[in-house]
């Protein structure tokens, strides 16, 4: 595509953006529209206008000019096309051509620099330094006549003057260290600028909203070419999707069908009728709480898109599949989608019952767009929370996110990284509104939520669960944690099998998983955690859901997999290792799930739980915890001991103890960067790597659904296991270095793993 016609093309997107959705974006930053609008409405589609000048360059077009399958002998840039669209834009001559188009504000200016330095977010992409000059020749294609053009349709578009020349040398070659250093100092200049500004909360903001702006139009000028949509309708499209919000009476609908005839508890209306900012809703599981978040979309924000945010991807499908997949009329809640990394088969595997990690930018960039026309979000925190750290995810889907209310569940799961995360966005967006949902919170993350809430712009309310409910008995811990064997747990494991009983046993690592399936081998058990084939993994999902649906004896073994996303209806004994507090929490509400409170007390049955140590040889091993995390909980348990148990207890217990731990905002790179856009993770790093097995890439290839062939593993030691190439984004482990079984799931091979 000639550079004149991309230009364009973007900077009408910019315009359909600000005009969709300028508003609702100032409005989740808490900008007052009458003082920014006006400023968006410059700033941005002038981004876009000036953003891709900088390919116009001696070593981005041959990139361009040659086959795929030459490129790479040509893709040795020292200087990204980003960072030579700046260098042109801070050329005196340039700046005091353009500067009058945003009323010659510095402030404006500074925001169009940092959103065209950072349109293009990647982790290794920061400012060039006198390393990055190789001695090759760096050289902009000034006097070419297309790039002219280009001058002369700004000048136009913008009531400019004569466009200025511009010196077409940005560096001579090997021995021009002067022009070098020019470069260098110049941005060091702008950096210390806009360092100054963003000392300004308000110009902050702006600049982040402006820097994602760019990045959303940089994608709908762009993608079109892939859908059915003429240049001509561009803006209509933008400005019709992004106005699109759930039917007026669908989420009434879906709430009275998802009740199937029953009023709503007491609990559901007052989180329905919460119209604070923050409403955090505190409830165990089994209280109904997702339906009091439907309620309160549909009673205080009816005409706004929802996000609803599950911890994980199993969590968000489950959440997809039990409230907005295959309602009364045999068909999906209209409007909503299912958004996550493996979400497309997900959907799949969903449709085909009934009748029996990060993708690469182009898959995000059509996802993004379906994310604008959708009126029901159902994703994970990632695909929110990531916007902070400028992962492409979150900046993609900026403009829907901007349009709607956001539902955060089972918070409590959050690592402290990513609560950071949470804290962060509570602060900074502070227009959008937002649900807490939690079974139960420690002292020190309520009040991080009050300080960020109370201190800042945002009113709270703190809303707890049904008294009838929670104050239900339902476990009961006959022995302390670890005085129970696990030949002991076996053996209670058989007998409860002998009748009509169903066991969850959770270990904590898949290792000590399979061994429980291998040692209860007679009772057929269910073996279920992270490390199967995707596409086998949600087969062993639906096995344990059937297994705790049905009034047959059985058993299932487990790992953390089994705390979130599992719906287990009649788990008549739940045996457990050691895990952190709110781990054993989210284990419990696994167990006794169907009592029925308006039955008599003794007609209710209490279920037995037992915890065991987690013992890896002979020897204790609290990984993947840390050990202060089961200590902490080995005293909560003390307790608990030898008594009938509510959720009320369960978290009464927790508050009675000490916690003195902290929790701290994250920083944020898409508020904080300036001139850069540094990408980074939102939780606490993994060891673990997403890996296709070699054996199945001809099959994975045929069926066109790679992700249902994913295997997540720890990484090993060895660095051997690598065929060093990707099929689908993952990384292909080599013949032989993983051994699978599709009951069993997979392990290193013991060559890999010394």
């Keep these: 595509m000639p550079l004149l016609s991309h230009l364009k093309d973007v900077a ?430 420690p002292k020190s993350r309520r009040t991080a939520i009050e300080s960020v809430t109370k201190g800042g712009d945002r009113s709270l309310a703190a809303i707890g669960g049904p008294a009838s409910l929670e104050e239900l008995e339902r476990y009961n811990l006959d022995e302390p944690a670890g005085t129970v064997a696990r030949e002991e747990a076996l053996d209670a494991a058989i007998d409860e099998c002998s009748g009509t009983g169903r066991v969850l046993w959770i270990s904590n690592t898949v290792d000590r998983c399979k061994a429980v399936g291998r040692d209860l081998t007679e009772q057929s058990p269910i073996v279920y955690h992270s490390r199967f084939l995707y596409r086998d993994r949600q087969q062993r999902h639906l096995e344990v859901v059937k297994l705790f649906d049905a009034d047959e004896p059985g058993v299932a073994t487990t790992t953390q997999v089994a705390e979130l996303s599992l719906d287990l209806k009649k788990a008549t004994l739940l045996i457990t290792e050691l895990a952190p507090i709110p781990s054993l929490i989210q284990r419990l509400g696994r167990l006794n799930r169907q009592l029925d409170p308006t039955l008599p007390a003794e007609d209710r049955p209490v279920r037995r739980f037992v915890v065991i140590e987690p013992v890896s040889g002979d020897e204790f091993s609290a990984a993947p915890y840390e050990p202060e995390q089961l200590e902490l909980a080995r005293a909560w348990l003390q307790l608990l001991v030898g008594r009938p148990l509510s959720q009320r207890d369960l978290i009464a217990a927790w508050s009675a103890l000490d916690d003195t731990a902290s929790a701290r905002l994250a920083v944020s790179n898409w508020l904080d960067g300036g001139l850069e856009t540094p990408v980074d993770g939102i939780r606490e790093g993994s060891f673990g790597v997403t890996v296709i097995r070699n054996e199945d890439v001809a099959e994975a290839r045929r069926e066109g659904m790679v992700t249902g062939f994913t295997l997540p593993m720890n990484r090993p030691r060895s660095s051997h296991w690598s065929t060093g190439w990707r099929c689908g984004g993952f990384e292909v482990a080599a013949d032989g270095t993983i051994n699978y079984d599709p009951r069993e799931g997979a392990n290193w091979a013991t060559h890999i793993l010394f």
């Design 12 to 441: 009408d997107a910019a315009v359909g953006l600000v005009r969709a959705s300028g508003v609702q974006q100032l409005m989740a930053f808490g900008l007052p529209e009458a003082e920014w609008h006006p400023r968006l409405l410059s700033a941005l589609p002038l981004a876009a206008a000036v953003h891709d000048l900088g390919k116009a360059n001696n070593q981005f077009q041959p990139i361009v000019h040659e086959s795929r399958e030459h490129q790479r002998l040509f893709e040795t840039q020292d200087i990204r096309h980003e960072w030579v669209s700046f260098w042109i834009l801070t050329q005196p001559s340039v700046e005091a051509w353009l500067k009058p188009a945003v009323d010659d504000c510095d402030h404006m200016w500074l925001a169009i620099l940092c959103a065209v330095a950072g349109h293009h977010p990647k982790s290794e992409r920061l400012p060039p330094n006198e390393n990055k000059f190789s001695g090759k020749p760096i050289e902009i294609y000034s006097q070419h006549e297309d790039f002219l053009e280009c001058l002369e349709w700004m000048k136009d578009r913008y009531s400019l003057g004569v466009p200025p020349r511009i010196d077409g040398v940005i560096y001579g070659g090997a021995d021009d260290i002067i022009r070098s250093r020019q470069f260098v100092n110049c941005i060091d200049e702008r950096w210390d600028a806009a360092d100054d500004l963003i000392r300004d909360h308000y110009w902050r903001r702006f600049i982040a909203c402006v820097k994602a702006s760019l990045i959303c139009a940089d994608v709908a000028g762009s993608a079109f070419w892939d859908r059915d949509v003429l240049d001509s309708d561009r803006q209509t499209w933008i400005e019709e999707s992004l106005s699109r919000s759930p039917e007026s009476d669908g989420l009434e609908r879906l709430i009275e069908y998802r009740l199937g005839g029953e009023p709503p508890r007491e609990f559901q209306v007052s989180v329905a009728k919460s119209a604070a900012d923050v409403t955090l809703v505190e409830a165990g599981c089994g209280t109904g709480k997702t339906i009091a978040a439907y309620m309160w979309a549909a009673q205080q924000h009816p005409g706004k898109r929802l996000w609803v945010c599950y911890p994980t991807t199993g969590t968000a499908t489950e959440g997809y599949r039990s409230y907005l997949h295959h309602l009364e009329d045999g068909k999906d809640f209209p409007g909503a989608e299912l958004f996550h990394s493996r979400s497309d088969y997900d959907k799949l595997t969903m449709l085909s019952s009934e009748t029996g990690v990060d993708q690469a930018d182009e898959s995000l960039r059509i996802e993004s767009l379906a994310a604008w026309e959708t009126s029901i979000v159902c994703c994970t925190v990632d695909t929110v929370l990531c916007i902070l750290q400028n992962q492409r995810r979150g900046l993609y889907a900026w403009p829907a996110m901007a349009h709607s209310v956001i539902v955060f569940d089972e918070v409590h799961c959050y690592d402290d990284k990513l609560f950071g995360n949470l804290l962060t966005f509570l602060k900074q967006l502070t227009g959008i509104p937002v649900l807490l949902m939690t079974a139960s919170l």
